[in-house]
């Protein structure tokens, strides 16, 4: 039940602090060695590369995946649209394995790569929060989410498990490959980190809805803007903001704007940066200053190591590869204040069901 909240989608969003202290119990002992069936480490370490499969906000958590098994594993992964991928099938390297992320267990599109993974003999993991859900029979293995039912239409809590799940794995890979990376990584510490950092963030969530109601709810359109995993979390920010508040957002690469979309930034339009890649971060506030000189709003969401008096949300510091579990977090509150404050139906935005199969 809602308990005393409004909606859902403000429930869950703040559940998140208590899905990051389920899944560091979960998946690591005392000492932070991860406790991953053996037989999954096993079976991925033999692979070459990566697939990681999905659609919409799972989609955009296997982009984060793929920083955190590349950096942590050295395996090379690719992301792709399930949808795209079961009529158009990837080229495979030699021993490929494939992981699906889905929150639901359900979706179509997953499931028809799904089903083509498996006549070819390929070895799969689903990662999903519903267990016994189509997607986890019928892959090779799966891994919980443990985030919780998930009843709002848009996804929150499901996408930051589903990035500290892969970053579980990418520890327990990391290390059977001897990278030392992985050896050295201590995800006890950062998980506990991103709790007390979303918690705070969560605390804060007066700020986010100022932002919301200045800036965005009367506005037609907004931009998200980042690089390296902050692209990641603002194509995800942008189509959490747009599904629930319907101002048309659109997430970019921060240097690709002026590759041709900085044409639309007019008086006003609203564009939120986040930076938090030590080596971008100078770089992207160069592309703020550019918006700024066309006459956007600008918000800025920042990792304290970088920030600033006239940053407007300070992130607490945290390994930069971990760092989607605290920037996505006033994406989602910035979008269920817009929501709300527009009288929108919050956690059932329409045109939209929760779990989509239908391909
Ligand atoms: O259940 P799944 O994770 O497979 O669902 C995939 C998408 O339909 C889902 O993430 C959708 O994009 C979200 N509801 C958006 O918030």
Redesign the pocket.
């Known amino acids: 039940s809602k308990g005393t909240y409004e909606h859902y989608m403000l429930k869950e969003i703040d559940e998140q602090p208590g899905v990051m202290r389920h899944i560091s119990q979960t998946y690591l002992d005392d000492a932070g060695n991860p406790k991953v069936d053996s037989k999954i480490v096993d079976a991925v370490a033999k692979a070459d590369r990566l697939y990681i499969f ?6 955009h958590a296997g982009l984060v995946g793929k920083a955190l098994f590349e950096h942590y594993t050295g395996i090379p992964t690719e992301v792709g649209y399930a949808s795209e991928a079961g009529y158009h099938f990837p080229m495979m390297s030699k021993n490929p394995f494939f992981i699906f ?7 179509a599109d ?1 499931r028809v790569v799904l089903k083509e993974t498996n006549k070819r003999g390929i070895p799969s993991l689903t990662m ?2 519903v267990e016994g859900s189509t ?1 986890s029979r019928e892959a090779t293995y799966t891994m919980l989410l443990g985030a919780g039912p998930e009843i709002a ?4 809590k ?2 930051t498990a589903q990035v500290a799940v892969q970053a579980v794995l990418a520890k327990a890979l990391g290390e059977k490959l001897g990278v030392k990376e992985a050896q050295e990584w201590n995800l006890h510490h950062d998980l506990a980190i991103a709790a007390e950092g979303i918690q705070q963030l969560v605390d804060g969530k007066e700020k986010l809805k100022e932002i919301a109601d200045k800036y965005l709810i009367k506005s037609r359109n907004a931009f998200y803007i980042g690089r390296g995993i902050d692209h990641a979390v603002a194509l995800e920010a942008a ?2 903001l747009k ?1 629930v508040s319907y101002i048309q957002t659109e997430g970019f690469a921060a240097a690709e704007l002026k590759h041709g979309t900085i044409s639309l930034i007019e008086n006003g339009t609203p564009v939120i940066a986040l930076i938090n890649d030590p080596v971008t971060a100078e770089l992207t506030r160069g592309n703020i200053q550019e918006v700024v000189s066309r006459g956007a709003n600008i918000v800025t969401i920042v990792s304290k190591e970088f920030a600033n008096s006239s940053d407007d949300i300070v992130l607490p510091e945290i390994n930069y590869y971990m760092s989607a579990l605290l920037t996505v977090i006033p994406t989602q509150l910035l979008a269920y204040y817009a929501s709300r404050d527009k009288g929108l139906d919050v956690d059932k935005p329409r045109n ?1 069901a ?3 199969t239908v391909e």
């Open positions: 999905a659609a919409g906000t799972s989609y992320l889905t929150q639901s267990g359900e979706t997953s999903t929060n997607l239409v848009a996804s929150t499901a996408y189509l959490k599904e939209l929760k779990s989509v």
